[in-house]
C-alpha cells in the first residue's frame, strides 16, 4: 500500500446512504479520490445519517456524519434561522477542530449551496479550500429564481466566491464560464486571481 502523503477534507452536504444525483456523484469522486496513486487520506464530513445502513466503506476514506438538526420545529422560524446560521456554524466548528489534529492539505466543498460553511472557517483553513460547482440549484435555479431565500443565497454565494476562494472547479466548462459570468461579474482582473479546473 502506498504510504499516504497527505490528508483532505471533503464537505459533502449529500451522502451515503441518500440516493440522489449529488449523493451518487460525491461518492463517485470520493471513491476516485481515495484510490489516487498518491495516497490521499480523505476525511468526508456530512449531515445525513447513516440510520440502519453499514458505514460506507472505502480503504483510506473516513465519514464524520454531523448532528446538525434542529431541536426548534414547535415554532416555524426557528428551523429556518438554524439552517441559515447555527447549522453553517457547528459544520464549520467540526471541520476546524478535526483539521486542528488532522491538518488538511485543502479542503474539499462538494457544492457551493452552503457558502456560510466555507465562509465560517479559520481563515488558514479557508484559504485551502477548493469548491467543485455542478448544475442546477447553485447555478441557474440561484442565479434566475425567484424569492428573498434566493436572493439571499445567489448574494452569499457570490460574495464567498469572489472574496474568499481562490480554487474553483466545476463539473464541465460550461460551469467555469457560468461563474465568471454571473458570480464573478467577468472582472478580469478578478477571474486572474482565480484557479480554475474542470472535475468531472
Same mark, same amino acid.
Not at 502506498?2 to 446512504?17: G, H, I, L, N, W
Not at 456523484?25 to 468526508?44: K, M, N, W, Y
Not at 440510520?51 to 460506507?56: I, L, N, R, S, V
Given at each position: 500500500?502506498?504510504?499516504?502523503? %497527505?490528508?483532505?477534507?471533503? %464537505?459533502?452536504?449529500? +451522502? %451515503?446512504?441518500?440516493?440522489?444525483?449529488?449523493?451518487?456523484?460525491?461518492? #463517485?469522486?470520493?471513491?476516485?479520490?481515495?484510490?489516487?496513486?498518491?495516497?490521499?487520506?480523505?476525511?468526508? +464530513?456530512?449531515? $445525513?445519517?447513516?440510520?440502519?445502513?453499514? &458505514?460506507?466503506?472505502?480503504?483510506?476514506?473516513?465519514?464524520? @456524519?454531523?448532528?446538525?438538526?434542529?431541536?426548534?420545529? !414547535?415554532? !416555524?422560524?426557528?428551523?429556518?434561522?438554524?439552517?441559515?446560521?447555527?447549522?453553517?456554524?457547528?459544520?464549520? /466548528?467540526?471541520?476546524?477542530? &478535526?483539521?486542528?489534529?488532522?491538518? %488538511? @492539505? +485543502?479542503?474539499?466543498?462538494?457544492? $457551493?449551496?452552503?457558502?456560510?460553511?466555507?465562509?465560517?472557517?479559520?481563515?488558514?483553513? /479557508?484559504?485551502?479550500?477548493?469548491? @467543485?460547482? =455542478?448544475?442546477?440549484?447553485?447555478? &441557474?435555479?440561484?442565479?434566475?429564481?425567484?424569492?428573498?431565500?434566493?436572493?439571499? @443565497?445567489? =448574494?452569499?454565494?457570490?460574495?464567498?466566491?469572489? /472574496?474568499?476562494?481562490?480554487?474553483?472547479?466545476?463539473?464541465?466548462? =460550461?460551469? $467555469?464560464?457560468?461563474?465568471?459570468?454571473?458570480?464573478?461579474? &467577468?472582472? #478580469?482582473?478578478?477571474?486572474?486571481?482565480?484557479?480554475?479546473?474542470?472535475?468531472?
Amino acid at each position: 500500500m502506498t504510504e499516504s502523503k %497527505y490528508r483532505v477534507a471533503v %464537505y459533502c452536504p449529500d +451522502f %451515503y446512504p441518500r440516493v440522489s444525483g449529488y449523493s451518487l456523484a460525491f461518492q #463517485e469522486l470520493v471513491r476516485g479520490l481515495a484510490t489516487h496513486p498518491s495516497g490521499i487520506e480523505l476525511d468526508v +464530513f456530512t449531515p $445525513i445519517p447513516l440510520t440502519a445502513e453499514q &458505514e460506507f466503506a472505502q480503504p483510506g476514506v473516513r465519514v464524520i @456524519r454531523l448532528n446538525l438538526r434542529s431541536r426548534f420545529t !414547535r415554532v !416555524r422560524i426557528l428551523p429556518a434561522l438554524w439552517n441559515l446560521f447555527a447549522k453553517p456554524w457547528l459544520a464549520a /466548528r467540526a471541520m476546524a477542530n &478535526e483539521h486542528g489534529q488532522r491538518d %488538511y @492539505r +485543502f479542503v474539499l466543498f462538494e457544492t $457551493i449551496e452552503e457558502p456560510l460553511i466555507l465562509r465560517l472557517l479559520p481563515s488558514q483553513l /479557508r484559504a485551502r479550500a477548493v469548491v @467543485r460547482l =455542478h448544475a442546477c440549484m447553485e447555478t &441557474e435555479v440561484v442565479v434566475w429564481g425567484k424569492g428573498i431565500v434566493l436572493g439571499l @443565497r445567489r =448574494h452569499l454565494i457570490g460574495h464567498v466566491l469572489r /472574496r474568499h476562494v481562490q480554487f474553483i472547479a466545476a463539473t464541465t466548462r =460550461h460551469y $467555469i464560464g457560468f461563474v465568471r459570468k454571473w458570480y464573478l461579474g &467577468e472582472d #478580469e482582473l478578478l477571474i486572474a486571481s482565480k484557479r480554475f479546473c474542470v472535475v468531472e
